[in-house]
């Protein structure tokens, strides 16, 4: 109880403040509030281009937090991955996808919760995440070529959308998944290897 009195009256500062997070914060559990105090102090201690330090997460004032709710959530989220705390990065990139942002945002999380659910091998999860980036893909296009200097890179959510067609059986859908990436103009330096294997057992269909 009487943590309870010390917190009302405490003065509300920091990024939670700048970035308007003090409700969504102080309506977690405390075991929530204290995972996501802990990864962001091992943020600060760990990656030295960070722009803060451990006291100001929640004191002092903060003119321009270099954040949006779902970019800070996301980071912190990324550091918890990271030390492998994966119920956690997992429940924290999803708050963060509740935040208002950008397609291109989206896309950065969604890409680290397809990675997560590769590492736990969890198929509906990466098919989730997949499905949704590739839907994305045409909103966050634009702002991702700008960013890789007019070429886009290699996404993982076709490449592994593409894994995961071909497990299934569904060859025909996996081929023009391919054939889709090199239109789009998205590097997969694989193109030629797996389109001739999938050629290949869409022809040995054809042969049954």
Request: neutral net charge.
């Amino acid at each position: 109880m009487l943590g309870k009195v010390f917190q009302i009256f405490r003065e509300k500062g920091g990024l939670l403040k700048a970035l308007d997070l003090w409700d969504w914060y102080e309506s977690l559990e405390p075991k929530r509030q204290k995972a996501i105090k802990k990864y962001y102090s091992i943020k600060v201690i760990k990656n030295l281009s960070f722009p803060y330090k451990a006291k100001h997460f929640d004191s002092g004032e903060i003119e321009n937090p270099l954040y949006t709710k779902r970019t800070f959530l996301a980071t912190i989220a990324q550091t918890a991955l990271l030390e492998g705390d994966y119920e956690t990065a997992e429940w924290l990139y999803n708050e963060a996808l509740k935040m208002e942002g950008t397609p291109y945002e989206e896309h950065l999380i969604l890409n680290d919760l397809l990675l997560l659910a590769q590492k736990l091998k969890d198929f509906e999860k990466m098919k989730k995440y997949c499905d949704r980036d590739v839907e994305l893909f045409p909103q966050y296009k634009e702002e991702l070529l700008k960013r890789a200097g007019g070429q886009l890179p290699q996404i993982n959510s076709f490449e592994v959308k593409v894994y995961l067609l071909e497990r299934e059986g569904k060859i025909k859908e996996a081929l023009d998944l391919v054939e889709r990436i090199k239109k789009e103009g998205i590097a997969y330096p694989y193109y030629d290897k797996v389109k001739e294997r999938l050629t290949s057992k869409l022809s040995d269909e054809g042969k049954e």
